[in-house]
């Protein structure tokens, strides 16, 4: 199994651009989160899927993030605009519900200048 | 709600010498809980959990962690570390009925020839 799938990787983008981060969980996994992970604020759970249905977005920091996940096999997490203060690694995680615990992939690091 | 503290920010240790990472949690209710470690630029992975039973658990890399229910601990200890232990290890809570996992601050391990 390719385990959790990222892209990009890099990000490096201008204030106010829109940012799009995608992720491909691992095939069969149920649930799906994205994090957030800073040196100030540590790993943060931002959105949390279930069966392609948003359960818990108290996460999402403000109405310039949004989350979405078309199907099964894919998400995407998008900040419209972006800000300086939302640089961080970003981190898609999938499991199964009878399986407790989280694959995470090799987060997407941004920078926003 | 649950909460988890990694008492140790970083620990430093020599090669082939023992090393005990900190625990705490507290929850209202039965919880499961994990440990996963982060190598650079690298997401989460699982190295154990501990979810009933037996409370020594062990786990990959030698690793293992002793649940204390009265003491609401799940320290990691490995009794020989080696330089490729050189991460960072996050202690993680989740309650028995729920999803969202809670993840400590992180400890740093250093691993020194």
């Known amino acids: 199994d390719a385990g959790v799938i990222q892209s990009p990787r890099h990000e490096v983008t201008e204030m106010g651009q829109e940012v799009t981060l995608r992720c491909k969980p691992i095939s069969g996994h149920n649930s799906l989160f994205w994090y957030r992970q800073t040196m100030m604020r540590g790993l943060e759970l931002l959105i949390y899927?279930?069966?392609?249905?948003?359960?818990?977005d108290s996460g999402m920091p403000e109405d310039r993030f949004s989350a979405k996940m078309p199907n099964a096999s894919f998400s995407t997490l998008k900040i419209q605009p972006s800000e300086p203060r939302d640089s961080a690694v970003y981190f898609c995680?999938?499991?199964?519900?009878?399986?407790?615990?989280?694959?995470f992939g090799p987060g997407t690091r941004l920078t926003v200048t | 709600a649950q909460s988890v503290t990694q008492l140790d920010s970083q620990v430093p240790v020599f090669e082939e010498a023992p090393v005990e990472l900190r625990c705490n949690y507290s929850?209202?209710?039965?919880?499961?809980l994990f440990w996963y470690v982060q190598y650079p630029n690298q997401g989460l992975q699982l190295l154990l959990k501990?979810?009933?039973?037996?409370?020594l658990v062990k786990g990959i890399n030698g690793f293992e962690a002793e649940f204390n229910k009265s003491q609401t601990s799940f320290h990691l200890r490995k009794p020989s570390v080696h330089i490729s232990d050189t991460a960072e290890y996050f202690c993680a809570v989740r309650d028995t009925g729920g999803f969202k996992t809670i993840f400590g601050a992180g400890t740093r391990l250093f691993v020194k020839a």
């Open positions: 501990y979810l009933s039973g037996s409370t």
């Open positions: 899927f279930n069966n392609n249905v948003p359960i818990d």
């Open positions: 995680a999938s499991s199964l519900d009878r399986v407790y615990e989280q694959y």
């Open positions: 929850s209202s209710v039965s919880v499961y």
